[in-house]
């Protein structure tokens, strides 16, 4: 049960240094000392540290700022001042077989990368970016005779405001060959990043490349799982490859 106590003053139990509660039309958050020579003020207690996190699965546009950016559940802060990008391309698809007793390659996976960036205190350095999150290598069709396609690029760059910063960019990982076992290799390593990892080739026909967020497909013929992994391949007569995985674009909000 809520209750009120009314009084003018508190202090000490030994009756030093008093202070005036301040009244309806005194000066907000104040004590104010019996003496008059000094008053008290509540400093404005502001969010620091973590914020939270928004993900990216599809390319979009990310506003600093902006409750509603990125996916339901991970929107963003209204307080965010500096953030942590993490942008990993997309897998390459598997290769088909047209033939008994050989395989297509698996994919590999994308490359990825993290950047720390100061985006400005009140949003107005960096307004919008773009982050662009690379689409799965298709999958291989062996009545083409096709290799797995390679995954798409990722990036994260400014769009808009007065401030700058190099485009945080990184590279799909390349689709298994046809007919020949090959596995694709991982995507480049990015150059962009505070930290820079090429993507993890494929292995043999048995397994695609694994991601920063997810694993390869294995054994054979399996999609990865995650973000931004390769496939692995089937093997016998008229065998279609199989697609990699999309990459993600993944941002971590601090005040």
């Known amino acids: 049960m809520a209750s009120t106590i009314r009084t003018d003053k508190i202090g000490p139990a030994d009756g030093s240094a008093d202070f005036t ?4 039309d005194g000066s907000a958050g104040q004590f104010i000392k ?17 914020l939270g996190v928004v993900v990216y699965t599809a390319t979009g546009t990310y506003t600093p700022g902006n409750t509603t950016n990125g996916t339901a559940g991970d929107e963003g802060s209204a307080t965010v001042s500096k953030i942590i990008v993490e942008v990993l391309s997309a897998g390459g698809g598997s290769g088909s077989c047209g033939a008994a007793g050989t395989s297509g390659g698996a994919g590999g996976a994308g490359s990825y990368a993290l ?3 100061d985006i400005g205190t009140d949003r107005a350095v960096i307004t919008t970016c773009t982050p662009t999150v ?9 009545a083409g005779s096709e290799a797995g396609a390679t995954g798409g690029a990722s990036s994260f760059a400014k ?7 190099t485009t945080v960019a990184t590279f799909g990982g390349v689709g298994g060959t046809y007919n020949t076992y090959t596995p694709g290799a991982g995507g480049a390593a990015p150059t962009t990043g505070d930290i820079n990892l090429a993507g993890c080739g494929g292995y043999n026909v048995n397994s695609g490349g ?4 997810g694993w ?5 013929p399996n999609p990865g799982t995650g973000y931004g992994t ?14 990699g995985k999309d990459g993600i674009i993944v941002i971590w909000e601090y005040a």
């Open 159 to 165: 769009a808009t405001g007065s401030g700058s910063f």
């Open 21 to 24: 509660l301040p009244t309806a």
């Open 115 to 117: 950047k720390v960036l």
């Open 230 to 243: 390769g496939s692995a391949s089937g093997s016998g007569t008229n065998t279609n490859g199989i697609p």
């Open 210 to 213: 694994d991601s920063q967020y």
């Open 34 to 50: 019996t003496d008059g020579s000094k008053a008290l003020s509540f400093a404005t207690v502001t969010e620091t540290g973590f």
């Open 216 to 220: 390869g497909g294995r054994p054979d």
């Open 134 to 142: 690379g689409a799965a290598g298709a999958a291989a069709s062996y």
